[in-house]
C-alpha cells in the first residue's frame, strides 16, 4: 500500500471587501499565493514549524502562526493521533492587504487534510481557515471564503453554508499595486467608525447590491463604479495608503474602470477590462509611485475561479 508522507498546498491571494462590501465580498486572484508543505511529524497530536521561506524573518515561528493555529485546530476537528509538520513558503507580503494570513492558513489546512487522505470537504475546513485567520485578523471570512473556494464570494454569516459565490466575468482583470508601507489589519479596522449615520448605511446597502447586480450582468464599468461607491471605510482608511486620491486618477487616466483598496490596504486594486489593460495600468501606478520614491510591486491578474490546489504529493510504499 503507498502511504502518503507529504503535500504541497497552494493558496491564492486574495482581495476582499471589493470597495463597498466590507467584510461580506472577496475575489480570489489567480496570482501570486502562499505555499505550504504538510508532513508527518511526531507522536505528538500537534502542528510544528520546519521553516518559513520569503517573510525576512518576520511572522512568528511559535504556535501563534496563523498555519500553525489553523492545521492546531483542523488536528482537533480530526482527533488525529500523529502531528505534522509544516513548511510555510510565503509569495504574499505581509499586511499588504492581499490575504497573506488568510492564504497560509487555507494551505497549511489544505495541505494537511490532504496528508490525512481528505477526510474532510472544503466546506468542512471552512472553520479551521478562520480560527488561524482569527489570530491575527479578526473572525471575518471574506479572505479566507475566496482562497478557500476560489472565485467572488458574497460572506453572509462564517459557516460555509452563508458563503455565495457569484459570477466572475470572463473580462475581469485587475491591476494591482503594493507600495512598500505596511498596513496592519488590526490598524486599519481600529481607525473605522464604531457607527453610522443611517442614510450611508442606505447608500453603503446600495452599492454593494449594485455590485452584485453588475456581476450577474457581466458589465465592468458599472461593476467599478459600485465598488468605489464606498463612503464608509475608504474614507477613514485613506491616510493609511499612500497617495490614494492620485494612483485612481494615474489608474483612471490609464483607462480603469475604477480603483479601491484591496483588504485593509495598503494594496490598491484598479478594476480593468483586458490583459493590456491592466498591465498598462500596473506599471502606470508603479511608476507614479517610482516618482514619489515610494517602492511598490505591482502585478496584473484574473480571479481564480478555483480556490486552494494541491500542488504535489509524495509518497513511499
Ligand atoms: N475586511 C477586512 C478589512 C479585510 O477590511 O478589515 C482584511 O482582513
Redesign the pocket.
Known sequence: MTAITRVDAFAPATV??LGVG??ILGLALQAPGDIVRAEWGGDDPCAALVAIEGDNGLLPRDAKNTAIVSANHLLKTLKARRGVNLTIYKHLPLASGLGSSAASAVAAVVAVNALFGEPLTRADLLPSCLEGEAAV?GY?A??VAPALFGGITLVTGTSAHQILQLPVPADLHLALVTPDVAVP?AL??AVLPKEVPLRTLVAQTAGVARVIDALYRGDIPSLAAAMESDSV?EPARAHLMPRLAEMRLIAKNAGAYGLVIS??GPTLCAVCASAAAAQRIAEAMKKHYDAAGIASAARHTLVATGGAVILETGSEK
Do not use: P, Q, Y
Request: glycine share 8%.
Open positions: 476582499a471587501n466590507f467584510d485578523s471575518h471574506d479572505n489589519t486599519a479596522r471605510i483588504g485593509a
